[in-house]
């Protein structure tokens, strides 16, 4: 065994960050699997020098009387259809358990397995896949590895997982539940080639006395104080007694020799912009109260240090000596010759220094709350901040409010409108310069990790800014028109989190998998040194990586893929630790043991993340296509049936010819592990990082693109698929406290708080009598009919009517029944998150906020990439072809699909049942997502509303489109009535067309699980224009309002301020006793959930 190499000499604090790279790989064991000798390339490294003496530690080695005999295998659950149910199917999607089929590959592996003294029955035979490491800390995309790379790349499926090391536990505990070890005298066991850990999957040779490496198959002997016999089935007899060899997740106290450095104090330094951005968005008192509630948290270490910077059109210094009753101000204005004054005190202890500290904190909104000035010198105050922490490293959290415009690292006003909704888009949401993104690198290499709070009021180029966190594995948060009364709670909350989590220090990273497949791409924030190590200056119970999984090799030869990462860190009390997750999976040549093995939640987050990378790269047209394509080539090859797929792709004699299996595979449903597939897929395409059209300002673009980087599986869940509740009939238990958690959607929080029901996202399930909850893990909304209960509304608001109400200033109210269960529900879903998601209450008929309530009903049309609504787009999936939405649909907006008041306002009002898809159209799978019933009664004045539009919220029909149609997306929709009153048309009218009537299709016949859509009115349409690959937009017309066109520098985040909403009409009237929402009666509820 090759010990790691001895603690370096006593290190000054001038050259300790000179030896921190090569030291960093010395201690992770310089594992490159791509360099070894008389292998295959990419596969493996020379073995490293011969081994030394191993430490002595005063643990005594464990017994070896006893031995406990693993459990056997569970049997899995069978997955739901319920969106909310996948994720408790368990990790095998309703497939029971099988050991892969072996063929040649075998053959080979059990060549070598003898040459070193067993064979792979042996070795299959001791292999326990019921030890796992438990799904807070690794998910798979699929739990069954194919054999060979033409399997895989028959399956379609995206091969790769997501870790998250430091993961809470899910009871919500201090302690996560993974054993500890400190080493005995033997020292921590590893390959003495790869470097991996000796774990529960390692065969055992020659009676104890040496051991196979399950990642690169080395043969390596056992060290005497290590030894155990091992009993008749070849294990050895003090499993009880070795957690690492009995427990997929272990953490050992690592020994001297795995510190660079001893272990330095938790630091964190503030850096505030006091600059007239900063005084006009009222965040100085939030930011100054928010730090100052968390100081007796970082008060529990007493070696905390803490430090203070300030900046506008000079940088700021804070001498906070134990010794002074007031802080001493040093103000540097030659940006250009930056000094550091009193380097010695501007870090300083926060337990002697606290007096000091809170008189900073107390008189810093007064100090600078009229400042007036719009400069801001960012990249000085970053420099001058890592000169400060550079020696000792830690956290560093940047408050920034206006766009960075002087000395370094100052950005220009980028965003562009004329390339809005255009492929030349994502250029805005690339970096605009590196300058960000190496000082990022430099901050990680000297151990500092950046948090980033954003309250924008104006463009502040956050797409370039993120390269900050990005590259220094923190975290951004984005506050646009901050205002005290709405967002300091979610600020103080997203504060709170950042300063209170577990966080380690100094931490590297590294996953190694069996030999014949490679981790080809990391996802993620990270510094990645060398081709394998992630650099984390800080990783907390939050930090998430993806990865994509690849064969190496034609075909594997072994049944069993291992899966092994390994976190070095420094725990906040000073401790060197090494958390260490084996997870094992078994190879099978089987295309439906594959598919059936799926965890569609992890393939979704998988998916979106790539899509994410392409989008930054060919843009969001392309990103969203491909998630298409995706999508629809899984669907096909996995109704292609049980087949055996060798190393060249030829199939068995199960299916003699292609052209049978493609006649199967329009016969065959859809497997139930990927039942919900196309619903999340299509959700995706409709969410707010890849939505097109123009209604989405580039940096909240960016910054929901940042949030879904570091995302992990429970939080994009509902990012992508939110979740919503119906409040103003649910039943008397929910909201109450102390639910028994048989499912995670059921009760949620600390205290089990029991849940309402949850409904689909489709316009049809709301009526202008109810209340309902939305949240989509970043954001809340509480959407309330014109029509509710004045009962109801006193009981939540405090109000009998919310008529004439400024709804910037409502709340929920305290003191009834109702508020109360209500305010638990919101609670309880906060905690899930660990921060409080912020509350938005929509009046229905509020045409500014009610539009992006509506961008989260995804399964109606009214949301982009076009008119297809869920059963429309089921039906483009199950056919395997590409199709344009069908004609006459709505189209809000410049592709947008929900197009803003001043893109000629919202959808108009359809005939009923004018969202039906054509007969040609195969039904959706189950799910119990039933098309609506026909309407018993005539639509509400005006038209109502298919499944796909948004409430008509009093607005006529948009005029005949102007300017060119988006390719793909139909013909644009004539005008159904006159212009919306005092409203003008965004171009001149195009000339008039010859138009037709078209026929209204036959009603589709009804399937099973899928009740038939309503047949299609007679209605006049446009002949629809030519069109080009789906989703591809072009050129919108000059918009003419502030809010329907690209935000400006004054319309970011906030309504639009030269339009007042349109004056009730008669179609805002509440009918007698309402119907359902859009005219039609209520749905039956869905028995989806």
Known sequence: MHAPPPPPPQ???????????????????????????????????????????????????PSAQFYQQPPPAPAAPVPSSNPYAQQAAGPYGGQQQQQGQQGGYAQQQTQGMQQGGGNNSDYMAAVDLSIKVPSQFLRMTVNKIPTSSSLASASKLPMGGLIRPLAPSPSNSDSDGVPVINPSASGIIRCKRCRTYVN??????????????????????????????????????????????????????????????????????????????????????????????????????????VGFLTFDKSVHFYNMKSTLTQPQMLVVSDLKELFIPLPDDLLVNLSDSRPVVDAFLDGLPAMFGKATGSEACLGPALKAAFTVMKNIGGKMCVFQSGLPNLSDGALKHRENPRIMGTPEEFKLLCPGTNWYKDTGVEFSRSQISVELFLFPHQYVDTATLSELPRNTAGSMYTYPSFSPASDSTRFASDLTHALTRRTSFEAVMRVRCTRGMRLSNFYGNFCIRGTDLLALPNATSDTCFAFDLSHDEPMLNTSVLTIQSALLYTSSDGERRIRVHTHALPVTSVLSDVVGSVDTDAVCNLLAKQALDLSLKSGLDTARSRLQQACMDIIKSAKGGNRNVGVYGATNANYPSQQKQANTQQTQETPESLALLPLYTMALQKNIVFRGGTDVHPDERASHMAALRTMWIDDTRHFIYPRMFSLHDMEGSAGTEGGEKIDEDKVCGRNNVVLPELVDLTVDNMKSDGIFLLDNSIDMYLWVGRAADATLLSSLFGVSSLEGVDMAGISL???????????????????????????????????????????????????????????????????????????????????????????????????????????SMGAPPTMGMGAPPTSSGPPMGGGGMGMGGPPTMGMGAPPTSSGPPMGGMGGPPTSSGPPMGGMSMSSPPPQQQQQHVQQPPPPVQQQQYQQPPPPVQQQAQQPPPPTSAYGAPQQPPPPTSAYGQPPTQAAYGAPPSSMQPPPPTSLQQPPHNPPGYGGMPPPPMSNQY
């Open 11 to 61: 290190a000054t604090a001038n050259n300790i960050n000179n030896n921190i790279n090569n030291n960093l790989n010395n201690q992770m064991g310089q594992m490159n699997l791509n360099q070894a000798p008389n292998h295959a390339p990419n596969m493996y490294q020379p073995a490293p020098p011969a081994p030394q003496s191993a430490p002595q530690f005063q643990a005594a080695p």
């Open 200 to 305: 529960p999957f390692v065969a055992w040779l020659e009676n104890g006395r040496r051991w196979r490496c399950n990642i690169c198959g080395q043969l390596n002997d056992v060290p005497s104080a290590y030894f155990c016999h091992l009993d008749e089935e070849g294990k050895r007899r003090d499993l009880d007694q070795r957690p690492e060899l009995a427990s997929g997740v272990v953490e050992y106290i690592a020994p001297q020799e795995y510190m660079v450095r001893p272990p330095q104090p938790p630091c964190y330094f503030f850096v505030i912009d006091v600059s007239g951005a900063a005084a006009r968005a009222q965040s100085l008192a939030s930011i100054a109260e928010s730090i100052k509630s968390n100081l007796d948290h970082l008060m529990s270490n007493p070696r905390t240090m």
């Open 813 to 919: 109210s305290e003191g009834s029944d109702l508020s109360s269960r209500v305010s638990n529900i919101i609670k309880g879903l906060r905690e899930l998150k660990g921060t409080a998601a912020k509350l938005t209450i929509v009046r229905e008929g509020d045409s500014h906020i009610e539009q992006r309530f509506f961008w989260h009903l995804v399964e109606d049309r009214a949301s982009f990439p076009g008119t297809f609504n869920y059963a429309e787009y089921m039906s483009m999936i199950n056919s395997g072809q590409m199709a344009q939405p069908p004609a006459g649909g709505v189209r809000g907006g410049m592709g947008g699909g929900m197009g803003q008041p001043g893109m000629g306002g919202p959808p108009p009002p359809m005939s009923m049942g004018g969202g039906a898809p054509p007969q």
